[in-house]
Structure formats: C-alpha cells, structure tokens
C-alpha cells in the first residue's frame, strides 16, 4: 500500500481515469453487500451510470429535494427541552432521517433512524475490515460477522424495495428522487434503470443522506458551540433573511455558514482515506508506483497538514473566504473526492448542511460540553462516542440585519473550491 498526502499525489491519483486507478477491494466488498451503484460499479459501468444520474444531481434539481431539511431541523430543534442536554450525533442524524424521508423518499422516517443506522454501521464496519485485511476467508463461509453484515444489507435492500414498490403502487407519492431515478435515461443510449439498480442506487443514497451529513452537522455545531462568536455570526446572518422558513434558494445569502460548513468538512471529512487500485504502473508525485498497487489518499492528514493550512488544528471558518480561498491549490482540499469520481451529491449535501445549520442556529443556542470530537472510520467518519450539548431557547428571530446592510448573495462553490 502507499499512503498519498500532498495535492500533487491527490492529483496524480484521483485525477486518472477509472482504467488506469479502478475501486479497491472494500469498494468490492460493498458491491457484495448492497449492490452495484454509482459510488461501487467497475469502470466499465459507471461511466454510464454517472451520465444517466448526472442531470438528476445538479445544482438546480438538487433544490428539489432538499425542500423538507429546514422543516425537519426547525421541527427537531423546536422539541429539545430548553436548558436540556442533547446528544448532537444522535439528533442530527433524526434531522437528516426526517428530512431524507419526507422530501426525497415520500415517508416518514422518524421512526427509522435506528433500523438503518445501525445496519449501515455493521455492514460498513463489515466491508471495511474485510477489504483491507491480508487474508480472507471465503464468502460462503458463514462466519459470525459475516452473517451480521448480510443480515445488515438484507435490511437496507428490503427498505429501498419497499419506497421503490410504494412509489410504482401509489402514483400521487410525493418521493422526487425516487420519481427522478424511475424517469432517468441515459443520453447516449436512452437506457434506463431497471428496478434492481435504482434500488441499489438508494441504499447508497440513504446511507450518505443519512450517515456522512449527519456527521458533518454534528460536527460543525459542536465546534459552533465551543466557538459563540461564530455561531452568533451565523445567527446575525440568517436573521437578516427574514422571519420565515428557509428555502434552498436562500443558500446564496448564507456565506459565513457555508464557510463554517467547509471548515467543518476540512477537520472531519466524510472519509479520511480515498483509496484506488493502480491497474497499470503510475506516477505519483515523482514517484513510480506499480500496477496492483493500493494508493490511498490520506484526505484526513492532507487537510490537516500544517505545510499546506496556517494552524491546521483550530478551526477557523475564514479561511474559506472567497479572498483567501482562492489562495488554496485545488487538490488539498478534497472532502467529496476530486476527479472523474466526485461525489456527485456534494451539491445537495451542501445545501442540506447549510439550510440545517442555519435553521438550528436560529432556533437554539448550542453550548457543547466536550472538549474533543472522537472520530471513527468503519468506512467513513463518525462520531465515536455521544456529542453532548446543553441547548437554551433564543428570542423570535427577527428581520433586522444587525449588521446594518443587505445579504449579499453568494454560491456554494465560491467558498469550496480554490
């Protein structure tokens, strides 16, 4: 294996073709559990499948599905008792699952969150260790975490079979993913999806709406309540927007948020590592890796790495200023991937997180009561134990800008990419 931390390495990896740097074998193991989606198929495959799913994730249609996130977070927020102590991973994720349930599958999920949180976590757990250990036993073998794991995915399918089935049974569902999944078609070929793939485009899909996002707003509210000067600045911001509920398109009056997000995104990305399969011999950063080799990209300690951040462990949103952002090489920032396999939801999550975080804001005080966020990497980051928080009630929002001057709009992009 060989462990790549520089933009340059990041580059010469990420940036090749799926020919010549294919999915490694945890990306095989989780095509053995869950299926062949988008974030798993072989090269050969998925150049298809990201042309059919593409115009489903841009930046105008993602706005579609991300209409229940402020209700859902106001709703959450609304119901923890004032002066009460909240566990902020455990409260994001029924926000994310709310949210995920009611705009983009058509149920609700409030009841779920721990059917599928818990099965995602065996089952990533799962391909996670198998892929990266030196010697595996057969699949048949049915071992003990074998069996867990299977029982795990078999959960997951059936759930995305289920919202798959109601939505063919019920036509009036309201499910805009789903109904965007069922309507796709490849450009080339005017192929579409058959029943099975965009099942297991769901599971993905739930995972990663629910998991990863869930994270990253736990994450960012609990440095925003070590940190009361920022979560007033958010408050201030979102204030001047008005007394009513938060829309997508509000986004682009959200600047200083989306800077606290992609801080958050930097010190706890989604996956700390990105690896690849080397099919043919490369180079990387000057130096020769041979084909069968493992590169992974350490996308933890490249963004963390005090050659390439100012004082890399304190969080600091500023740095995410369009004026200083532009300073940043485009490689050593990297939270949703770079190259040909970006994460081709990184534009909905981002406006989840930031109509999220500024409705919470807005509602509640947050006042963490950890001094230290512990990670876990099963497959990609989590809280590894309790975020705990007190939360106090704040006054009606108003209206004022008590900055004295107008929202200025910007975009997501013009604070994340250098």
């Known amino acids: 294996m060989v462990i790549v931390t520089s933009p340059q390495g990041a580059h010469d990896v990420l940036g090749l073709s799926d020919?010549?740097?294919e999915r490694n074998a945890v990306h095989e193991e989780m095509r053995n559990q869950i299926g062949a989606n988008l974030f798993v198929v072989r090269h050969e495959q998925w150049l298809p499948r990201r042309r059919l799913l593409q115009p489903i994730f841009?930046?105008?249609?993602v706005q579609n599905f991300t209409g229940a996130m402020s209700q859902a977070a106001e709703g959450i927020a609304a119901s923890w008792p004032p002066?009460?102590?909240?566990?902020?991973?455990?409260?994001?994720?029924k926000v994310t699952m709310r949210a995920l349930g009611r705009s983009v599958l058509g149920l609700d999920l409030d009841e779920e969150s721990d059917r599928i949180a818990e099965?995602?976590?065996?089952?990533?757990?799962?391909?996670?260790?198998?892929?990266?250990?030196?010697?595996?036993?057969?699949?048949?073998?049915?071992?003990?975490?074998q069996r867990r794991a299977r029982a795990a995915s078999?959960?997951?399918?059936?759930?995305?079979?289920?919202?798959?089935?109601?939505?063919?049974?019920?036509?009036?569902r309201d499910a805009p993913l789903v109904r965007a999944l069922m309507a796709a078609t490849d450009p080339a070929t005017g192929r579409?999806?058959?029943?099975?793939?965009?099942?297991?485009e769901l599971v993905v899909f739930i995972g990663a709406g629910h998991d990863t996002t869930a994270t990253t707003m736990a994450y960012a509210l609990w440095q925003l309540g070590?940190?009361?000067?920022?979560?007033?600045?958010?408050?201030?911001?979102?204030?001047?927007?008005?007394?009513?509920?938060?829309?997508?398109?509000?986004?682009?009056?959200?600047?200083?948020?989306?800077?606290?997000l992609h801080e958050a995104l930097r010190m706890c990305p989604p996956a700390a590592i990105n690896g690849r399969m080397a099919t043919e011999d490369i180079a990387v950063d000057g130096y020769r890796v041979a084909a069968g080799t493992l590169v992974a990209v350490?996308?933890?300690?490249?963004?963390?790495?005090?050659?390439?951040?100012?004082?890399?462990?304190?969080?600091?949103?500023?740095?995410?200023?369009?004026?200083?952002?532009?300073?940043?090489?485009?490689?050593?920032y990297i939270p949703f991937g770079a190259g040909p396999r970006t994460c081709i939801g990184d534009h909905f999550a981002m406006l989840e997180l930031a109509l999220a975080l500024a409705t919470i804001v807005r509602t509640v005080e947050i006042h963490s009561r950890e001094p230290e966020f512990p990670m876990a990497t099963p497959f990609t980051t989590t809280a590894a134990a309790p975020i705990l928080a007190r939360v106090t009630g704040r006054p009606s929002y108003t209206t004022e800008n008590p900055a004295g001057s107008a929202a200025r709009p910007v975009s997501a992009s013009s604070t994340a990419s250098p």
């Open 119 to 145: 099965p995602m976590r065996v089952m990533l757990r799962y391909v996670a260790d198998r892929g990266v250990a030196p010697v595996r036993l057969p699949r048949w073998v049915p071992t003990p975490r």
């Open 19 to 21: 020919a010549i740097v």
């Open 226 to 260: 070590l940190h009361p000067e920022m979560q007033d600045r958010v408050r201030r911001e979102v204030d001047a927007i008005g007394d009513r509920q938060l829309e997508p398109g509000d986004v682009g009056h959200l600047g200083y948020t989306l800077q606290v």
């Open 298 to 332: 350490g996308v933890y300690a490249m963004q963390r790495d005090p050659a390439l951040w100012d004082r890399p462990n304190e969080f600091d949103p500023d740095r995410f200023r369009p004026d200083l952002a532009k300073s940043l090489d485009r490689w050593q």
């Open 192 to 200: 579409g999806l058959t029943d099975a793939e965009i099942a297991d």
């Open 58 to 61: 841009t930046k105008k249609n």
């Open 154 to 172: 078999a959960t997951l399918r059936a759930l995305a079979a289920d919202v798959l089935d109601g939505c063919r049974r019920d036509p009036g």
């Open 83 to 93: 002066g009460g102590v909240i566990d902020l991973d455990a409260q994001c994720r």
